[in-house]
């Protein structure tokens, strides 16, 4: 089955760091993956996708930024956090159709 | 790009009682309706989805209802139970397509004890 992982579960950054969020794909090979994030426990924006290894698209300009170094790995990064980054950042993954989730990152910038 | 709305934002349920969750889409080619329960504090689970050719769709006390010609779809939870509760997200997509699924904001359904 697909399996999407994703770590942290929580975090709490201080304003001004940086952050690298990791998660890796089980179970299907050359997936699109995606990274959204979720506010007050709601809406789900999608932030970026990636069609292969090495392609990014980004649905909203913001301090954020993606990478795809393997096929099943996509990583969500800042170089400076901001308050307004916290929230509640998913992973997803989509095959033939279906999206399968991560069990989320919550990021608490302080 | 597609819209998806959902409604209502909170629906608050008797046990035993049914629930209904409707969504509206956007665009017409979308052909892929899939449903997602989130729990507090976890991922989204998939819990039924829907292909364009079909109109319904059942699994044991969830179902699902697409109508293409109004561009809506809703899903009907029976004989609710308290481990019901949760948020409920509904998505549109063409065909799998690259920039993935359009959600729409989400339904909080209680079920009241």
């Known amino acids: 089955s697909q399996t999407i992982h994703q770590w942290p579960a929580t975090l709490v950054q201080p304003v001004g760091s940086p952050l690298s969020l990791e998660c890796t794909v089980e179970?299907?090979?050359?997936?699109?993956l995606y990274w959204y994030r979720q506010a007050a426990g709601r809406g789900l924006q999608l932030l970026f996708y990636?069609?292969?290894?090495?392609?990014i698209s980004s649905e909203v300009p913001q301090n954020l930024s993606a990478s795809r170094p393997q096929d099943r790995q996509f990583i969500l990064s800042s170089k400076k956090l901001l308050l307004s980054d916290s929230g509640f950042y998913l992973c997803?993954?989509?095959?033939?159709?279906?999206?399968?989730f991560g069990q989320g990152t919550r990021l608490t910038v302080v | 790009g597609e819209n998806v709305e959902q409604h209502p934002s909170t629906l608050s349920v008797q046990e035993g009682d049914s629930a209904v969750i409707k969504c509206t889409y956007s665009?017409?080619?979308?052909?892929?309706f899939p449903w997602y329960k989130q729990e507090l504090g976890k991922g989204p689970q998939l819990i039924i989805d829907?292909?364009?050719?079909?109109g319904e769709k059942k699994d044991q006390r969830i179902a699902v209802t697409l109508n293409k010609t109004a561009k809506h779809f809703s899903l009907h939870i029976t004989e609710t139970q308290p481990e019901d509760s949760a948020v409920y997200f509904c998505?549109?997509?063409?065909?799998?397509?690259?920039?993935?699924?359009?959600f729409g904001k989400g339904t909080h359904l209680i079920i009241q004890p």
């Open positions: 997803a993954g989509q095959g033939l159709g279906e999206a399968f």
């Open positions: 179970g299907t090979s050359n997936p699109n």
């Open positions: 990636s069609v292969g290894i090495g392609q």
């Open positions: 665009d017409s080619a979308s052909n892929y």
């Open positions: 829907i292909r364009s050719n079909v």
């Open positions: 998505a549109a997509s063409i065909g799998g397509g690259a920039d993935g699924l359009t």
